[in-house]
């Protein structure tokens, strides 16, 4: 029970950031870290989307579940203004 509350606590917590520019920083495993600059766009029940900013990645949005946040597998930062990192 608490751990659904920690995940809706966590939704609450970023529907407060959409539209707003993050720094995305996701563990894709093996000690491999990849960061990215995008904005919060949607938040869904189970997951959050980033449209990505573009790089020629080939990627223009990636989606996460809140429990990747809990784990912290996936970090997020939020930009004060359009330049300076907010670090929640």
Known sequence: MATV???DNIR???ERYLGKKILL?????RKQ???KKGILEKVYPSVFVVKLDDDGSGYSRVS????DLLTSNVKLQVFKDQNKLHVS
Do not use: D, E, F, P
């Open 33 to 35: 870290i990849v960061t």
């Open 25 to 29: 920083k996701a563990n894709k495993g």
């Open 12 to 14: 609450a917590s970023l």
């Open 64 to 67: 996460y579940s809140y429990s």
């Open 5 to 7: 509350q920690t995940l």
